[in-house]
């Protein structure tokens, strides 16, 4: 289980670094309004787990990136709205970070980038001088990288959220999404990410891919 006093410092920690000097209301209720949201009943995969996965791969990968506390806050941001049944969560998700960091106390141009980087989670495609949006993508695309035991429960919890939708039909969705980050020339841009992760990461989804065609 995720320890909600800890994510609730870390984003305590990040948002009044993102604000810098200038004053802002307590942070605490707008983490616990995103710790809400990740822990709707909808989700099985899009958990308070995967966010504080995230934020622990961006820990890793934090000297590869411009600005970390805005990749952070991009974290927390980029599943806020998650329904599995509509395919505008991302763009939705940007919206509430549009609306809640200015009044957080968050600068414009700051905002502007949480939000970008929460759109370019669409795609897991970021530019070559993008670093920021190459530290959000390697690190929600970390799960790929992970055992195979970790894999397969990864999965599963996406299985799961989708349990609306028949067994065909998924099988050839799910075998679409994985063609497409096979696709990528590289699925991790930064140099740990490359390094580290894209071998057992490529090896994970060819191995998916495979089962999903028997």
Not at 60 to 86: G, I, K, M, N, Q
């Amino acid at each position: 289980m995720a320890d909600l006093d800890a994510l609730r410092t870390r984003f305590t920690r990040t948002l009044e670094a993102a604000r810098g000097p200038a004053a802002g209301p307590d942070p605490v209720p707008y983490a616990d309004n995103l710790l809400t949201r990740w822990q709707e009943p909808q989700r099985r995969y899009h958990t308070v787990e995967h966010l504080t996965a995230v934020l622990d791969h961006i820990d890793v990968l934090e000297e590869h990136a411009r600005d970390p506390d805005v990749v952070r806050l991009a974290a927390w941001f980029h599943d806020a709205v998650y329904l599995p049944d509509r395919s505008e969560n991302e763009e939705r998700s940007a919206r509430l970070a549009e609306r809640a960091l200015p009044e957080a106390g968050v600068p414009t141009a700051k905002t502007a980038e949480v939000a970008r980087l929460v759109r370019l989670t669409v795609t897991h495609d970021p530019a070559d001088d993008d670093p920021d949006g190459q530290v959000l993508c390697d690190a929600d695309l970390a799960v790929l990288a992970s055992p195979p035991s970790a894999y397969a429960a990864y999965t599963a919890a996406v299985r799961e959220e989708y349990h609306f939708v028949p067994s065909d039909a998924f099988r050839t969705g799910r075998a679409a999404i994985l063609r497409q980050l096979l696709y990528l020339p590289r699925l991790f841009r930064t140099p740990h990410g490359a390094a580290k992760w894209e071998a057992t990461a490529r090896y994970n989804l060819s191995a998916e891919l495979e089962m999903l065609s028997l």
